[in-house]
């Protein structure tokens, strides 16, 4: 037989022959075509595979049986390829076959495939009852040969079954049939015991498979106890987070206390400052009005005392002014100094000799040494010797400038011969200041003295009397002459000088500017006598007006300081011209100055002051109302004998004129102390209403402190509410945020669940079909796997992941009323659905009992349901006992109802409205921008996890933890048994 036949349809028609199974090897090997593999008759094992495309070759080799070569073939199986194997063993004809059209697990249903076309050579090879199934289409001749057992080659088709191709192989000849048939009864016990073996490693495989299935299960156990290890240090760590916010809830709350103590405090303190300023206030009140009577009457009496003082005061100044002025009149009303200038350097040159004895000097007598004659003595008011400067000249003078101030007028000259000092006397030098500015430093001083009673003004005119002419010495030189200078008389014993300048000084500086502007404007000239010698009758008008503060008196005085020119001899000084005309009318009004002192010496009715403008100047001076100091000027120098005795004659005349009572010039008087009076009147009540105003101001300064307090204290009281409010509203949120968190993880938990169902479904077989497979576990003693175990010994059941913890997320609106509304019955709320997350995936999902209403995080204890899990299928058996033992502290209303209570229906329409409760809890959860950043940025606030009501704020008690409604404090030792510590908020359970 050619190879090339078994080709299509494979056929072996002769395989006994070791040349052919050689063929059929080395064809095996080349990959050209596959035959049934080979035949080894002695081993009475044949296999074959088909296809050469898809099938791989097995080799069958020595020891090989159908048994051993199971493997492989599952391997190849395994690999996924199709085979066609065949098997025969003994006698019998054992066929399995698989076909790519066959789905590779119907290997194991090959038994029942060849059912019916087993074929026994016992009783003859015929074909079976029913031809083997061959679902290919095309025809599958399969022809054995077995030449070694005189097996009739089989062939088998899918139309025709299994047919023996040849007559010869028929039992009736075989000639071996005998030993046959006891071989065939042995292989028919074999396959017995075959098929017996069969199904044990249909089991065993399916052992291994349901091994692996565990294996995989426990795998997947493994993965759900690390999940749910890791959702317990999530739920550890948010814990943690709410323990903080208890924390940052209590320092909250102990700064909430501090603020409100503080607050009750400051309002204490505002309360009692409020009474302290009323008290004040009506005491200020009363003690202003006391002072402003106090004061009404001091300053009255003040007012009286200083009325009476001030008439006092002038009543002693006026007495002052009598007793001086009397002093002065008993002194006699012209007084007159005598002063003697030293002898000059010429003099004292030519040796010329003192004829003046000053020995008697201080009694006011001087002894004049005459020409031959006796020494004569003249007593003046005063003599100054040679040696006396002029500030002890002027020591004498100053009272007259008290009296110009005092409203009197007055008025100094000097006289002499020309060349004596009277100039010197009077204007004095740079150095030694002369009677005229020492006078006017004296106004100025008593004025400062008298500032604060007495207002003065003071002017200056500075004239001279040149020629008969009165000329302004304060005009500048080109205005000299222009206007003609004459004196009038403008009121009774009054006359002055209209147009005359007068230079209003305030201080000396001033003074000292006009007296220097008229000094340099004055005519001088030099004679024989004198070098620069006066030759005009200068005279220094000083007119004071005094108002005096106090009454109101007004005065207005003149002192005239007159430096008259120097009387001479013409035939002595041998002056000539204009310088004799100029003493001509020097000599003219000193002889009519004579003419006036004589005519007032004698009390002449008629006093002849017109005859020269400088007698009419002096009219008011030497009138009687007037206080008239002179300087008798003269010369020691022998020489000067005749002159000096004229001129001390004269001066004794003048000594001797009694002018009268000095007449004090007031002006308006009455009028001016009525104004004062008024204006005094006027200051009194300004100073009262400033006191008023005063007292006003500190009552109204003490309202605004008052006002400002009452704010302050209003702002804070704001502050507290505002801090309530803020409080309420981040418990809210705090509250909602864990109650999403908690639905959150529920519904992964659920999510998770049913993932694990679905992939469950196809990848298992059906276990609950299999129950018989865990017999036969037991019939083996094969101890099953304990899916509890591990669980067990994680001491899993310590986190007490209660079914009840599902049950938050509901009734949320509840919780927000009854947080507001404290004295709310608690109402058990029947949960929505509860469950727990099955880890099994063909138990049933059960539904928990309803819990009652949760407001922690805390894992509520695990209380065990009475429907009863499959003992293989509850991981948390051991757990229940354990916390059932836990829950026997926990008041019992508190523990869910048994399940077995709720009907299908009310389960049905718990689970769709605690959907629906997760729904919308996710959807706020949704509309929270982050709870965790609200939480971050109000510095974690805590809710939720106690039911806590803390009253603060403006009735000012203390705040203070309340347990609301059914909560119950868990022992202390259940505590500690717990294994998360999150804080004094969370040990409240419900
Ligand atoms: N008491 C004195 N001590 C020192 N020197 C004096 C004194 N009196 C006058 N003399 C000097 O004598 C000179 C003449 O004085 P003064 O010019 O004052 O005289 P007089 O009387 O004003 O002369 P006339 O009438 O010509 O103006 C001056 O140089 C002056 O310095």
Redesign the pocket.
């Known amino acids: 037989m050619e190879l090339d036949e078994w080709q299509d349809p494979l056929l072996i028609t002769d395989v006994s022959s070791q040349q052919q199974e050689e063929q059929q090897l080395s064809l095996i090997n080349s990959h050209k075509y596959y035959p049934f593999s080979s035949l080894d008759v002695s081993r009475n094992t044949l296999m074959g595979l088909k296809d050469s495309t898809r099938c791989t070759p097995i080799k069958i080799e020595e020891g090989n049986n159908a048994e051993n070569l199971k493997d492989p073939v599952a391997e190849s199986v395994i690999n996924g390829r199709d085979m066609l194997g065949f098997s025969l063993t003994s006698p019998d004809l054992v066929i399995c076959t698989g076909s790519p059209d066959i789905p590779r697990r119907s290997y194991g249903d090959s038994p029942e495939f060849l059912k019916g076309c087993s074929i026994s050579l016992e009783n003859g090879i015929k074909g079976s009852e029913q031809p083997p199934v061959i679902t290919k289409d095309e025809d599958l001749c399969l022809h054995f040969e077995l030449p070694s057992l005189s097996v009739p080659i089989v062939s088998i088709s899918s139309e025709s079954g299994i047919q023996f191709s040849d007559d010869k192989y028929s039992p009736q000849n075989n000639s071996v049939e005998v030993d046959q048939r006891l071989q065939l009864a042995k292989v028919c016990h074999e396959k017995e015991l075959k098929e017996a073996k069969w199904p044990v490693e249909e089991l065993k495989r399916e052992n291994e498979l349901k091994c692996k299935e565990c294996a995989e299960a426990w795998k997947s156990l493994k993965e759900l106890q690390n999940e749910l290890m890791r959702k317990s240090m999530h739920v550890g760590s948010l814990a943690f987070a709410i323990e903080g916010q208890v924390k940052e809830k209590s320092r909250w709350f102990s700064s909430l206390r501090d603020l409100t103590r503080k607050l009750k405090i400051l309002k204490m303190d505002q309360i009692k400052v409020s009474e302290e300023a009323l008290l004040y206030k009506q005491q200020l009140l009363a003690d202003f009005a006391d002072m402003s009577s106090t004061i009404q009457s001091k300053l009255k009496e003040q007012v009286e005392l200083h009325e009476d003082l001030k008439i006092k005061f002038v009543k002693g100044a006026k007495e002052r002014k009598e007793l001086y002025n009397k002093v002065l009149d008993l002194k006699g009303n012209i007084r007159v100094f005598c002063?003697?200038?030293?002898l000059?350097a010429e003099e004292t040159a030519a040796g010329a000799s003192m004829a003046i004895d000053f020995e008697a000097a201080k009694d006011g007598e001087l002894t004049v040494k005459s020409n031959g004659m006796s020494k004569k003595t003249y007593k003046f008011d005063a003599i100054f010797s040679?040696q006396?400067d002029q500030a002890e000249v002027f020591e004498d003078t100053a009272p007259l400038a008290t009296s110009v101030l005092d409203g009197y007028n007055a008025c100094i000259f000097a006289y002499?011969?020309?060349?004596?000092?009277?100039?010197?006397?009077m204007e004095g030098?740079e150095e030694a200041r002369g009677v005229n500015y020492r006078t006017l430093e004296e106004l100025f001083r008593i004025i400062g003295e008298r500032k604060n009673t007495v207002h003065y003004e003071i002017s200056v005119s500075v004239l001279e009397v040149y020629n008969e002419q009165i000329r302004d010495l304060l005009v500048s030189g080109s205005q000299q002459g222009v206007k003609r200078l004459e004196i009038k008389q403008v009121g009774e014993g009054m006359h002055h000088v209209p147009g005359l300048v007068e230079a209003h000084v305030n201080n000396m500086t001033e003074v000292w500017e006009a007296l220097q502007t008229g000094s340099n404007a004055r005519a001088?000239g030099s004679?024989n006598?004198?070098?620069?010698?006066?030759r005009s009758h200068c005279i220094l008008c000083v007119m004071v007006k005094g108002e005096n503060l106090l009454n109101g008196e007004c005065t207005r005085s003149k002192l005239w300081l007159i430096?008259l020119?120097?009387s001479e001899r013409i035939a002595k000084t041998e002056v000539q011209g204009e310088r004799l005309k100029e003493t001509q009318n020097i000599n003219r009004s000193l002889s009519a100055l004579g003419d006036v002192i004589s005519s007032l010496a004698t009390k002449s009715p008629h006093i002849p002051f017109r005859n020269s403008k400088l007698t009419h100047l002096l009219q008011d001076s030497l009138g009687g109302d007037s206080k008239t100091l002179m300087f008798v000027?003269i010369s020691p120098n022998e020489s000067d004998l005749s002159e000096t005795h004229c001129s001390l004659n004269f001066a004794s005349r003048v000594r001797g004129i009694e002018l009268g009572p000095a007449k004090k010039q007031v002006d308006s008087m009455e009028l001016l102390k009525y104004k004062q009076m008024v204006e005094k009147g006027k200051q009194d009540m300004k100073n009262k209403d400033f006191h008023m105003k005063k007292m006003e101001d500190t009552i109204h300064g003490l309202d605004i402190k008052l006002k400002e307090k009452d704010m302050k204290n209003k702002n804070l009281q704001d502050k507290i509410k505002e801090l309530e409010s803020q409080l309420l509203v981040e418990r809210k949120l705090a509250r909602q945020h864990v109650n999403s968190k908690i639905a959150e993880q529920f519904q992964q938990q659920l999510i998770e669940q049913q993932n694990e169902k679905q992939e469950a479904a196809p990848m298992r077989p059906p276990f609950a079909n299999k129950i018989s497979v865990q017999k036969t576990y037991d019939e083996n003693k094969d101890p099953p796997i304990n899916t509890t175990r591990p669980l067990t010994e994680n001491n899993f059941h310590k986190l007490s992941m209660a079914p009840a913890t599902v049950d938050c997320p509901f009734k949320q609106n509840n919780l927000t009323e009854k947080e507001n509304n404290p004295d709310i019955d608690e109402q058990v709320v029947v949960p929505k659905r509860s469950g727990r997350a099955s880890m099994c995936p063909i138990a049933n999902r059960i539904l928990p009992a309803p819990a009652p209403r949760r407001n922690s995080l805390v894992p509520l204890r695990y209380v065990a349901p009475v429907t009863k899990f499959p003992p293989s299928l509850l991981p948390l058996r051991s757990i229940q006992a354990e916390e059932t033992e836990d829950a026997e502290g926990v008041d019992s209303k508190c523990l869910p109802e048994p399940t077995s209570q709720c009907s299908p229906k009310e389960l049905k329409s718990v689970s769709k409205k605690l959907n629906s409760v997760l729904r919308r809890s996710l959807q706020k959860k949704m509309q929270f921008k982050s709870p965790l950043q609200q939480y971050i940025r109000r510095v974690g606030v805590n809710v939720g996890a106690e039911k806590v009501r803390v009253s603060i704020g403006s009735r000012g008690r203390m705040a203070h933890r309340t347990l609301l409604g059914n909560a119950i404090r868990v022992p202390k030792e259940n505590q500690q048994k717990q294994r998360w510590n999150i804080g004094t908020a969370a040990r409240a359970v419900l």
């Not at 002063?339 to 030293?342: G, V």
Request: charged residues 15%; positive net charge.
């Open positions: 002063r003697c200038r030293p000059n040679p006396a002499g011969q020309t060349g004596s000092g009277k100039t010197f006397t030098t001088v004679t006598a004198n070098e620069h010698s006066s430096d020119a120097g000027q």
